[in-house]
C-alpha cells in the first residue's frame, strides 16, 4: 500500500515540477521565438518587395481558405508592391515562397524561398541568387513558364536548373497559383491605394494587425 | 590465423554453386530437423537446376566471351560519340582493373585480374555514362563499382549487386547533372544551338513528347549514354551471347516482353499520354540492361521460378518508374532492387529434392 | 564497481565510443550529420541533456520506486529536451531550422534512457557526472568527425569555410541519407580495425614477455 503511494508521489512530483519549469522556460524563450518569426517574415518581404519601408496585412477568406497578402508601403506611405505567400509541394517536401507583384498585376518583383526540403545541390538551388534573380521583372501573365537547356526567350520565361526540372517547375506552379488567387480577390485598386505614412521608427510599426 | 579468415574462398571462382551450396546447406537441417547432422556428402548430391555449363568452363573464357559480345556495342559508341566514348571505355576499365589488384593485393588474395570479370564491369559502366561524363567521375565509378560493389561482399562471385550498376547508382547520387548532361551523337546536325540535348525518354518525361523515330533509337542516332543508344548493336552481343550458350533466354527475353506487354497496357489505354512498346524498348537502358546486366550470373537467380520472378517484377518496375517515377529512366534501379533479392528467390523457388519430404511437426 | 572516475570519463572516448562502438543513437547520427556545424550543435544538444537528465537521476535514484523508474526517467528527459528545443529556438533560429525534428527526437534517443538505466541509477553523482561527460564528449566527436567528412566530400567545405576549390565537384551523394550510411560504415569498419590492431599488438606484447 504504501509503496503505490510512493509511486504516485513520485510521478506527481516529476510531472508537477517539469510543469513548472517549461512554463518558466516557455514564458521566457516563446516572444523571442515569436519575434524571430516576424522578423523573418519582415526580411523576406523587404527583400522581396524592395524600396517598401513598412507593410500593412490585408486578409480575406475565401471559402474555407484565409488568403493574407502584405502590401508594402514606401516612406511617404505610396504602395511599392504586394507581397504574399506562395506554398506548393516541391520534390520531396514543401516549397514555401514568399512572392512580390507590382501593383499592377503585370510583373514580378522579386521572390524569396522561405523553406524548402529539395536535394542539397540539385533541388536547392532555387535558393540561389542567379535563380532567384529570374524572377525579377518577370511578366506574370498569362502565365510564367519555364523553359530548359536554353536561355528565355519570352518576357515570361525562367530558365530551369539543370538536373532540377521538378524543383523548378514546383517554384513557378507555386508562383502561378499563387498569384492567379492573389489577383482574383483583391480588387487593383485596393493595392493601388495610398496608405499613412509609416511612423517614424518602422521597425517597431510592422505589425498591422 | 591468417588462413582462416580466407577459409570460405573457393578454389576456383566458381561462385554461385558455392554460393547455393551454402544455402544447401541450411535448407537440408530446415527441412528435416529431425533428420541427424547431415553429412557434407549428403548436402552435396543437391544440384542446382541451372546453369550447369559452369563446371566446364573456366571463368576468364566467359568473361572474355562477354567482352567480345560487348565490342558492337562498342564500336557504336565511338561512332555515334566520337572517341570521347573510347576515351572513357578505357578509363573506366583500367580503374576498375587497378581497383580490383589493389583490394586483392591488400587482403593478401591471389591476384585474379586475369580473369576479365572487371574488364566487363568497367565496360558496363562505362557504357551507362554520357560520352560528356568527366574522366575523374568515371574513375570515382569505377573505384566505388568494384571496391564497394564486389570486393567488399568478398570479391567475384559473393556480389549481391551487379558492380557496374552499384557505380553507376552511386555516380548517379553523387553527380546527379553531370550523369544527365548528355549530348547529341555527332551523326545528328540539330545539336549545334542547343547546350545540352535531351534523350527520348527525358523528352518523354518533362516535356510529354515521344516522337523520336523509332528507327533511330533502333540504330542508335539519338542522345544517351554510350552503350545505350544502340540497339542494334547490343541485340548482336547478345546474340552472340545465346549462341555461345552463356545466357539463358528467359532473363533478357522476360525482361523485355514484360516491359513490353506492361507498357502495351497503358498504350493501348491513351496512346496520346503514353509511349509505345517499342519506344520502351529502344529508349534508355532497356536494351543493355535486359542483355547485359539482367543476365549476370553472379546476381540473376538459378532456379527457372526465380528467374521468371526476377525478370517479370523487375520489368514491372522499370515501366512503373519511367512512366510514374520521379526519373526518366527506371532499368537501373529495377535491376538493383531485384538483384537484392535473389537469394531469397532462389532459396524459396528451389525445386524439390528428389526423396524429400516435409518436415512433419511435434 | 569502483572504478576511478578517470575510467568512467575515458571509456566513452573509445572503448564505448556511442554510435560507432555502441551502435547507439544511431538515428541523430545518420539523420543531421550533412554537416559539421549540425553535427557539432546536435551533438552539444544531446550531452546537456545526457548530462543534466542523468544527474538528475542519479540524485533521486533513491527516492523513486523502481516500479515507475522509467516514466520517471522519461519525464524528466522530455522535459530537458524541450527546454532544449525552446532554447534552440529563442537563441539560434537558424541552427534550430536546420535541425528540425531532430532536437525533439532526443527524448527517444536510447543513449540516454541507456544510460539512466545502466549507469545513472546505481551510481552517485561524481560517477555519473565523468561517465555521461564521456559518452557524451564521445558523442559530439563522433557526430562532429561524421559531419566533417560529410561536408568536405558533399560541399567542399568545413564548418563553412570552403577548403577545396572549384576542381572539386561536390559529391552530392554525402549530403543524401546514402552518404551517411557509407560514412557510418566506414567508421566503424576503421574503428574495429584500429581496436583489433590494438587487441593483436597486445596479444603479440603478452606472448613475448
Known amino acids: 500500500m504504501n509503496n503505490i503511494v510512493k509511486m504516485f508521489l513520485n510521478l506527481i512530483v516529476i510531472g508537477a515540477l517539469s510543469g513548472i519549469i517549461l512554463s518558466g522556460v516557455f514564458g521566457v524563450a516563446d516572444p523571442m521565438i515569436k519575434a524571430n518569426k516576424e522578423r523573418e517574415l519582415k526580411e523576406a518581404i523587404f527583400v522581396v518587395l524592395p524600396g517598401a519601408k513598412d507593410f500593412k496585412v490585408l486578409e480575406k477568406t475565401v471559402g474555407q481558405e484565409k488568403l493574407i497578402v502584405y502590401k508594402g508601403i514606401d516612406e511617404n506611405g505610396a504602395p511599392v508592391g504586394v507581397a504574399f505567400k506562395a506554398d506548393g509541394g516541391g520534390f520531396q517536401g514543401n516549397i514555401g515562397l514568399m512572392v512580390g507583384l507590382e501593383t499592377n498585376y503585370l510583373k514580378l518583383r522579386a521572390i524569396e524561398v522561405l523553406e524548402q526540403l529539395e536535394t542539397p545541390g540539385l533541388g536547392d538551388r532555387i535558393r540561389e541568387e542567379a535563380f532567384k534573380d529570374q524572377f525579377k521583372g518577370l511578366e506574370v501573365k498569362p502565365k510564367v513558364e519555364y523553359i530548359k537547356y536554353r536561355k528565355p526567350e519570352k518576357p515570361n520565361q525562367i530558365q530551369a536548373i539543370t538536373g532540377a526540372t521538378i524543383s523548378s517547375d514546383a517554384v513557378v506552379k507555386n508562383i502561378n497559383r499563387a498569384v492567379e488567387k492573389v489577383v482574383a480577390n483583391f480588387p487593383q485598386e485596393e493595392m493601388t491605394r495610398a496608405e499613412a505614412a509609416p511612423q517614424a521608427a518602422p521597425k517597431e510599426a510592422g505589425n498591422g494587425k | ?362 | ?209
Not at chain 2, 53 to 71: D, G, Q, W, Y
Not at chain 2, 256 to 276: C, E, H, M, Q
Not at chain 2, 343 to 362: C, D, I, M, S, Y
Not at chain 3, 104 to 109: D, K, T
Request: charged residues 15%.
Open chain 2, 1 to 362: 590465423m591468417e588462413s582462416l579468415k580466407f577459409v570460405r574462398k573457393p578454389k576456383r571462382p566458381l561462385p554461385q554453386n558455392n554460393r547455393i551450396t551454402d544455402q544447401r546447406t541450411l535448407d537440408a537441417k530446415e527441412i528435416n530437423p529431425n533428420a541427424e547432422q547431415p553429412s557434407q556428402a549428403a548436402t552435396r548430391l543437391i544440384v542446382s537446376s541451372s546453369p550447369h555449363f559452369l563446371n566446364t568452363e573456366s571463368v576468364p573464357k566467359i568473361m572474355h566471351n562477354v567482352v567480345t559480345a560487348l565490342l558492337p556495342a562498342t564500336a557504336a559508341s565511338v561512332y555515334f560519340f566520337g572517341w570521347r566514348a573510347l576515351l572513357l571505355i578505357i578509363v573506366c576499365v583500367v580503374a576498375c582493373l587497378a581497383t580490383e589488384y589493389a583490394f586483392q593485393k591488400i587482403r593478401k588474395q591471389p591476384i585474379k585480374i586475369h580473369d576479365g570479370s572487371a574488364i566487363i564491369t568497367g565496360m558496363l559502366l562505362a557504357m551507362t555514362l554520357p560520352a560528356g561524363f568527366p574522366i575523374f567521375g568515371a574513375i570515382l565509378g569505377s573505384v566505388f563499382a568494384i571496391g564497394v560493389g564486389k570486393q567488399l561482399f568478398g570479391g567475384l562471385g559473393y556480389n549481391i549487386f551487379n558492380p557496374a550498376l552499384l557505380g553507376r547508382a552511386f555516380l548517379m547520387a553523387t553527380y546527379p547533372v553531370l550523369t544527365t548532361t548528355w549530348v547529341w551523337p555527332r551523326t545528328m546536325e540539330k545539336a549545334i544551338d542547343a547546350v545540352t540535348a535531351a534523350t527520348p525518354l527525358v523528352m518523354a518525361k518533362f516535356e510529354g513528347k515521344f516522337d523520336v523515330p523509332i528507327m533511330d533509337m533502333f540504330i542508335g542516332n539519338t542522345a544517351g549514354s554510350l552503350g545505350e543508344t544502340s540497339a542494334i548493336a547490343i541485340i548482336l552481343g547478345g546474340l552472340y551471347l545465346r549462341y555461345k550458350g552463356y545466357i539463358n533466354w528467359k532473363l533478357p527475353l522476360g525482361y523485355l516482353g514484360t516491359i513490353a506487354v506492361f507498357s502495351a497496357i497503358f498504350w493501348y489505354v491513351n496512346p496520346a499520354k503514353y509511349p509505345s512498346p517499342l519506344f520502351h524498348l529502344f529508349a534508355g537502358g532497356a536494351m543493355l540492361g535486359a542483355w547485359f546486366m539482367v543476365t549476370d550470373m553472379v546476381t540473376s537467380p538459378v532456379t527457372s521460378l526465380g528467374q521468371w520472378i526476377f525478370v517479370i517484377v523487375a520489368g514491372i518496375l522499370a515501366v512503373v518508374i519511367r512512366l510514374f517515377g520521379g526519373l526518366p529512366e527506371g532499368v537501373m534501379y529495377s535491376i538493383l532492387f531485384m538483384n537484392a533479392f535473389v537469394p531469397l528467390l532462389n532459396k524459396h523457388t528451389r525445386p524439390k529434392v528428389f526423396g524429400e519430404v516435409k518436415a512433419q511437426k511435434g
Open chain 3, 1 to 209: 564497481m569502483a572504478n576511478s572516475l578517470g575510467y568512467e570519463f575515458k571509456k566513452g572516448l573509445w572503448q564505448e565510443l556511442p554510435p560507432f562502438r555502441l551502435v547507439l543513437g544511431l538515428c541523430p547520427t545518420l539523420a543531421v550529420t550533412n554537416s559539421a556545424v549540425n553535427g557539432l550543435a546536435m551533438g552539444l544538444a544531446t550531452i546537456f541533456v545526457l548530462f543534466t537528465s542523468n544527474i538528475l537521476i542519479s540524485l533521486v535514484r533513491k527516492t523513486i520506486s523502481a516500479q515507475v523508474r522509467i516514466p520517471a526517467y522519461v519525464v524528466i528527459i522530455a522535459t530537458l529536451v524541450t527546454v532544449a528545443d525552446l532554447f534552440l529556438a529563442a537563441v539560434f533560429p537558424d541552427i534550430s531550422k536546420s535541425l528540425g525534428p531532430y532536437i525533439p527526437l532526443i527524448v527517444v534517443n536510447c543513449i540516454i534512457l541507456g544510460r539512466a538505466e545502466a549507469f545513472a541509477q546505481k551510481n552517485s553523482i561524481l560517477p555519473t557526472a565523468a561517465d555521461t561527460l564521456g559518452i557524451g564528449i564521445g558523442f559530439i566527436i563522433s557526430l562532429t568527425i561524421m559531419g566533417t567528412i560529410r561536408e568536405v566530400l558533399g560541399f567542399g567545405s568545413i564548418f563553412g569555410v570552403k577548403l577545396l576549390g572549384e576542381w572539386f565537384e561536390p559529391w552530392i551523394v554525402m549530403i543524401l541519407p546514402a552518404g551517411a550510411f557509407l560514412v557510418f560504415g566506414g567508421l566503424v569498419a576503421l574503428v574495429n580495425w584500429i581496436s583489433s590492431r590494438k587487441a593483436e599488438k597486445a596479444a603479440s606484447a603478452a606472448m613475448s614477455r
